[in-house]
């Protein structure tokens, strides 16, 4: 049974949908604070959430995860365990906040910015 297994399609494929999660989780490292849509920012939240808790932890096997899951990217898991893990030291969790900007004056498509706390 599939109880409480929906996730975000985004009407992609699923390595397609990957890809985009990825590539959006590579971005808010780097950048702290991007703008996209509501729906996207809400599908890549708990993925982000995962990783600062994963190098919160610290390990090499941590380490390692964080890499698979970020494509290889080394930059992107150096800062991600080396200045913003340990700002959040503190924190049991809620690492992102979601701030609403409005729709999108193309297509009406609300749009916010994602950001680190």
């Given at each position: 049974?599939?109880?409480?297994?929906?996730?975000?399609?985004?009407?992609?494929?699923?390595?397609?949908?990957?890809?985009?999660?990825?590539?959006?989780?590579?971005?808010?490292?780097?950048?702290?604070r991007i703008k996209t849509t509501?729906?996207?920012?809400?599908?890549?939240?708990?993925?982000?959430?995962?990783?600062?808790?994963?190098?919160?932890?610290?390990?090499?096997?941590?380490?390692?995860?964080?890499?698979?899951?970020?494509?290889?990217?080394?930059?992107?898991?150096?800062?991600?365990?080396?200045?913003?893990?340990?700002?959040?030291?503190?924190?049991?969790?809620?690492?992102?906040?979601?701030?609403?900007?409005?729709?999108?004056?193309?297509?009406?498509?609300?749009?916010?910015?994602?950001?680190?706390?």
């Amino acid at each position: 049974m599939r109880h409480q297994r929906k996730r975000y399609q985004l009407s992609r494929s699923a390595s397609h949908r990957k890809a985009l999660l990825m590539n959006l989780c590579k971005e808010i490292i780097e950048h702290e604070r991007i703008k996209t849509t509501e729906t996207k920012a809400k599908a890549v939240k708990p993925e982000v959430e995962k990783l600062i808790t994963l190098a919160k932890r610290g390990d090499l096997h941590a380490r390692r995860q964080a890499l698979s899951a970020l494509g290889q990217d080394k930059f992107a898991v150096y800062k991600l365990f080396d200045e913003i893990a340990p700002r959040y030291s503190e924190r049991p969790g809620g690492y992102t906040r979601i701030l609403k900007l409005g729709p999108r004056r193309s297509d009406s498509t609300e749009m916010v910015f994602m950001e680190l706390v």
